[in-house]
């Protein structure tokens, strides 16, 4: 007679795993902003990106296991916007904006509400069945990772001496305080309005490389990875800076064009509102 092995379950595996994965977002969206207050701005600024990554593996995780749930997108979503949203305007605020007083707080504080907003509204299109594709404004970690490189790029600033004349000459015009906090007075607002506008981003999801030969494509990352190891934090900036504009970009050269309102909420939602409204002041 043969035995028959036991069957191992693993559905709870398979359901807390990637809420584990999210829960190491959160963490390091808590770490950065213990970070930031203590005034360890580049340990901030890696903390934020360590989330991004996390992040990106609890979606992937959560697909690839089939482990998704509504639990699991509010959960990620509450993180994100700790993670995103209120651990990158506070590092900004301690590391340049905190001497413009009021103007630093509500300068952070519009960037996190946005992101909020922008949260909330990608929450709406998932339910309704209408994040496939491109996104609509920039996704919130693409911002945060931005200002994280940017962050990490100043910091290492003082190691880059000895550099060609001209480049010097940019180091130096970008470790000024006077250039820095321009880029976040100009940079904060943009980002902040981009989470929440309409203009069309694209996804990664829909990148594809078959056109490329396969030894084309290895030497192609190759380059990449090499470039990266030379300077991460510039080229992390130079990557997230050029997709932050690539969106208005691409609308102005006609490639893509904004989504329309309805598109993103139904008309008939409103409707619907609407009637229960009447029905209710009938009662």
Not at 62 to 79: H, I, W
């Given at each position: 007679?043969?035995?028959?092995?036991?069957?191992t379950?693993?559905?709870?595996?398979?359901?807390?795993?990637?809420?584990?994965?999210?829960?190491?977002?959160?963490?390091?969206?808590?770490?950065?902003?213990?970070?930031?207050?203590?005034?360890?701005?580049?340990?901030?600024?890696?903390s934020?990106?360590?989330?991004?990554?996390?992040?990106?593996?609890?979606?992937?995780?959560?697909?690839?296991?089939?482990?998704?749930?509504?639990?699991?997108?509010?959960?990620?979503?509450?993180?994100?916007?700790?993670?995103?949203?209120?651990?990158?305007?506070?590092?900004?605020?301690?590391?340049?904006?905190?001497?413009?007083?009021?103007?630093?707080?509500?300068?952070?504080?519009?960037?996190?509400?946005?992101?909020?907003?922008?949260l909330?509204?990608?929450?709406?299109?998932?339910?309704?069945g209408?994040?496939?594709?491109?996104?609509?404004?920039?996704?919130?970690?693409?911002?945060?990772?931005?200002?994280?490189?940017?962050?990490?790029?100043?910091?290492?600033?003082?190691?880059?001496?000895?550099?060609?004349?001209?480049?010097?000459?940019?180091?130096?015009?970008?470790?000024?305080?006077?250039?820095?906090?321009?880029?976040?007075?100009?940079m904060?607002?943009?980002?902040?309005?981009?989470?929440?506008?309409?203009?069309?981003?694209?996804?990664?999801?829909?990148?594809?490389?078959?056109?490329?030969?396969?030894?084309?494509?290895?030497?192609?990352?190759?380059?990449?990875?090499?470039?990266?190891?030379?300077?991460?934090?510039?080229?992390?900036?130079?990557?997230?800076?050029?997709?932050?504009?690539?969106?208005?970009?691409?609308?102005?050269?006609?490639?893509?064009?904004?989504?329309?309102?309805?598109?993103?909420?139904?008309?008939?939602?409103?409707?619907?509102?609407?009637?229960?409204?009447?029905?209710?002041?009938?009662?």
């Open positions: 007679m043969t035995l028959s092995k036991p069957r379950r693993i559905g709870g595996a398979v359901y807390i795993l990637p809420n584990l994965l999210t829960t190491g977002n959160l963490f390091f969206g808590y770490f950065s902003i213990m970070n930031s207050i203590q005034g360890h701005f580049d340990r901030a600024a890696i934020i990106l360590l989330a991004s990554i996390f992040d990106i593996l609890d979606g992937r995780v959560a697909r690839l296991t089939k482990g998704t749930s509504e639990f699991g997108v509010q959960y990620d979503s509450l993180c994100d916007l700790l993670s995103f949203g209120v651990a990158p305007a506070i590092m900004i605020y301690q590391f340049a904006l905190h001497g413009l007083g009021r103007i630093g707080m509500m300068v952070c504080f519009i960037y996190m509400a946005c992101g909020a907003l922008r909330a509204r990608f929450n709406v299109q998932s339910s309704l209408k994040t496939d594709g491109d996104f609509t404004g920039i996704p919130i970690p693409m911002p945060a990772c931005l200002l994280a490189c940017y962050i990490a790029f100043i910091v290492d600033l003082e190691e880059m001496r000895g550099a060609p004349w001209l480049v010097q000459n940019i180091y130096d015009l970008m470790a000024l305080p006077e250039t820095q906090l321009g880029f976040f007075l100009i904060m607002p943009y980002l902040a309005f981009m989470m929440v506008s309409n203009v069309v981003f694209r996804s990664h999801k829909k990148f594809s490389f078959r056109f490329v030969r396969p030894f084309k494509l290895l030497v192609i990352l190759v380059i990449l990875v090499g470039l990266i190891t030379y300077r991460p934090a510039l080229m992390g900036f130079l990557f997230f800076f050029l997709y932050a504009w690539s969106g208005p970009l691409e609308w102005v050269l006609g490639w893509k064009k904004p989504t329309d309102e309805d598109e993103i909420f139904p008309p008939y939602v409103g409707e619907e509102f609407e009637d229960e409204g009447q029905q209710l002041h009938r009662d």
